[in-house]
């Protein structure tokens, strides 16, 4: 025996040119019948959350799937699988498409090479699912737009539950994240980490889907930027805080990568305040409200 639920959603061009739209949801347990052999022409996440079967690949190999774990469908690659009769699985799956797909694979949020991912937790991923499958009741004027960006949160939970990831971040990136401000190369990084250029490279790209140059950089303009609203360094100042030297440099690489000149983005988002801005990050659940003025 077996329960299947779906929706299926045909989304506008306009939709499209959002980046990613939702195509559709399913949530469906127990003995499912089996898929296939078929192909594509669109990426299908399919989540299983308990339960195990199989995935029989396009050159025949069959590869056991035990959840939780993620099986990647991607488009014009064949593909075959099912739960085991005995068995079955909890399955949740969405259908998506559109430009943003190639830029999330080129990140390794989607890996079209690895059909099936062991999960450490399927929770996220089906409460992202979850958000799809309840905006996707009849007559819903956001159907697409919140579909559509359930989406995104659905592929950033499928890379946070990755088995092969460490939940509470790669070592080697918090230690990069740590030592971002010194004036190192990633040769001299890698040395740190008794690690080759190309080892660190692998490493880094595996973690956070970018070169460790683009790593650093990320985290080096994002600190400049704080400095340059929150405080009255000057450029120079704030260029040696964050690891460069060479003030004109580091004025050339803001100017390039941010659209705007230090001085320019001081302007535009200055926000000084006495004692500076608080480290405290709010709770989210409980976010910080104005108090009652006194009468």
């Known amino acids: 025996m077996y329960h299947t639920w779906m929706r299926y959603f045909t989304p506008s061009p306009l939709h499209h040119r959002l980046g990613l739209v939702c195509l559709g949801v399913g949530l469906q347990h127990g003995s499912l019948p089996t898929v296939g052999p078929r192909t594509l022409d669109h990426h299908v996440a399919v989540v299983i959350s308990a339960g195990s079967g199989w995935y029989r690949a396009a050159d025949g190999r069959r590869t056991t799937v035990t959840g939780p774990a993620l099986i990647w469908l991607t488009p014009g690659v064949p593909h075959h699988y099912g739960p085991d009769p005995a068995a079955g699985w909890d399955e949740s799956f969405v259908d998506f498409t559109g430009p943003a797909t190639t830029t999330y694979t ?16 399927a929770a996220g991923a089906r409460a992202a699912v979850g958000r799809i499958a309840r905006a996707a009741r009849r007559g819903n004027p956001l159907l697409e737009v919140e579909t559509g960006a359930a989406v995104h949160e659905l592929l950033v939970a499928l890379r946070r539950a990755r088995a092969d990831l460490c939940p509470d971040g790669d070592p080697v990136l918090t230690a990069l994240a740590r030592d971002a401000f010194r004036p190192l190369s990633v040769a001299e990084h890698a040395a740190r980490h008794g690690m080759t250029p190309a080892e660190l490279r692998t490493a880094v790209r595996r973690g956070a889907g970018c070169s460790p140059k683009d790593y650093l950089l990320g985290i080096r303009l994002g600190r400049a930027k704080e400095l340059l609203a929150a405080t009255d360094l000057p450029v120079a100042a704030v260029a040696r805080r964050v690891g460069y ?10 100017t390039r990568r941010v659209g705007l000149a230090p001085v320019r983005f001081r302007e535009q988002q200055g926000r000084a305040v006495p004692g500076g801005w608080s480290t405290r990050v709010p709770d989210p659940e409980h976010p910080p409200t ?6």
């Open 106 to 121: 080129e990140l390794g949020y989607i890996e079209p090479d690895r059909p099936v991912v062991p999960l450490s937790d």
């Open 245 to 254: 030297e060479d003030p004109a440099y580091f004025s050339r690489l803001f």
């Open 290 to 295: 104005i108090g009652a003025r006194p009468t």
